[in-house]
């Protein structure tokens, strides 16, 4: 199983980004899914979450009211939509997702390789 991640780039302060993650490989069932980033010198945060079904979704406070995280089950795929960046969103964002590979498998969490996201001012 490997997640892509794909989207980042450079951006100025008040614009926007689309972050993808799409999961591929031997796959049963993909349950819930998180975006999280990691600036230099900081640690990894979790920056938004969506469960199995999509009807439940999670942000940090820093991102609320800017960004959206939304899924496609059809495509294994989770969005991350990043309105009025800030500077201070400059991280690598890195996604995981819950995985069952089969339906006997015990789920485990798989993590994508990161996308560098950079808001200059």
């Known amino acids: 199983v490997q997640l892509q991640a794909s989207g980042g780039g450079l951006v100025q302060a008040g614009g926007s980004l689309r972050l993808s993650c799409a999961a591929s490989?031997?796959?049963?069932?993909?349950?819930?899914m998180d975006w999280y980033r990691q600036a230099p010198g900081k640690q990894r945060e979790l920056v938004a979450g969506?469960?199995?079904?999509?009807?439940?979704?999670f942000y940090a406070d820093s991102v609320k009211g800017r960004f959206t995280i939304s899924r496609d089950n059809a495509k294994n795929t989770v969005y991350l939509q990043m309105n009025s960046l800030k500077p201070e969103d400059t991280a690598v964002y890195y996604c995981?997702?819950?995985?069952?590979?089969?339906?006997?498998?015990?789920?485990?969490?798989?993590w994508g390789q990161g996308t560098q996201v950079t808001v200059s001012s």
């Open positions: 995981n997702a819950g995985i069952t590979r089969s339906w006997y498998s015990d789920e485990s969490l798989y």
């Open positions: 490989g031997t796959i049963f069932s993909v349950n819930g």
């Open positions: 969506i469960t199995k079904r999509g009807d439940s979704t």
